[in-house]
């Protein structure tokens, strides 16, 4: 039987490794995979809310130069006219160019959410950060959120503005302080959990000063939940803006807001449906952008729920 013959490799000499291509001082840069169209793509839901609400941020801003008239121009002769070409969406029973009053509603509407969205995002953190940070003050301070949050936001909206006499900013007011609750107890959860973090317990045996912690540890990672918090925030302000002014206890009636336009709507409703069904698509259409917005801001932000990290 024959023995099979093992061909060691040949070793290395001087003259091949000198014999050997040079190897590059500087590798060519590695192009990112990750960017800011990889991130739509990834998040097709955020593209659609964005550009939903792009589109209604743009009808806000240009809504004197998209063919609109006053929208409180009173023309009787000119009641109740069907949508025609000469008047897109008809008028109501004082004359009043439905479109002109829908397009400039939109400005009503996106003023109250995004106000609200801002205001009790700030309000509610800074005591959603103090509750669950400073111990002592956190049974005070939450006895007294619960004790709002029993109340639902509608009827402690309008239990606010039965108190002062109605205007866009008092509409704000009134649901900004029913909306803060529902933030302080959102931060106060995520800084319990973030204050028992080994990066914390570090900071304070180093001696920080607990504002210095809070601004550099805690304060960043509650920025994408109260992202998130804010855009349901403003879709629910607008909802809850276009309830008040629909009873009247909202906008003045002299404010073409989109609630208002529903409310003087509402008693033709079965022989002009055409008054209450434009408003209400404009609010629906609004509120599922800024819905869409929030649904992909949380898909992306957490990651958990992220495909890759």
Not at 51 to 73: Q, R, S, Y
């Amino acid at each position: 039987m024959a023995s099979a013959t093992v061909v060691a490799p040949a070793a290395l000499t001087s003259r091949d490794v000198a014999a050997a291509p040079p190897m590059p001082d500087v590798l060519p840069p590695v192009k990112p995979r990750r960017g800011f169209l990889g991130f739509l793509r990834r998040n097709p839901t955020i593209v659609a809310g964005a550009g939903l609400l792009l589109v209604m941020l743009a009808i806000a801003i240009f809504a004197p130069l998209l063919f609109t008239t006053d929208p409180t121009a009173l023309a009787p002769a000119r009641r109740t006219r069907e949508p025609s070409a000469m008047y897109w969406f008809g008028t109501d029973m004082l004359g009043r160019d439905v479109y002109s009053r829908v397009l400039y509603g939109t400005r009503v509407s996106l003023l109250v959410g995004f106000s609200v969205a801002l205001l009790s995002s700030v309000i509610g953190l800074t005591i959603g950060l103090i509750s669950g940070f400073v111990r002592w003050a956190d049974s005070i301070i939450m006895r007294i959120m619960d004790g709002m949050m029993s109340i639902p936001p509608i009827l402690l909206a309008i239990a606010l503005m039965a108190l002062t006499r109605g205007s866009v900013q008092n509409v704000i007011i009134a649901i900004t302080i029913a909306e803060i609750p529902r933030v302080s107890r959102l931060v106060r959860g995520v800084v319990l959990s973030l204050r028992e973090q080994p990066y914390v317990d570090a900071a304070v045996a180093a001696g920080t000063r607990t504002p210095v912690i809070i601004w550099r540890h805690i304060l960043p990672n509650t920025l994408a939940p109260i992202t998130v918090q804010a855009t349901y925030i403003c879709a629910s302000a607008m909802i809850v803006e276009a309830i008040l002014s629909f009873i009247g206890a909202g906008t003045p009636p002299i404010i073409p807001s989109w609630g208002n336009i529903m409310a003087e709507g509402r008693a033709l409703w079965q022989v002009k449906p055409y008054i209450v069904f434009f408003p209400a698509i404009f609010l629906s259409i609004t509120v599922l952008a800024v819905n869409l917005l929030g649904d992909g801001l949380r898909d992306a932000l957490d990651p958990r729920m992220a495909k890759r990290l």
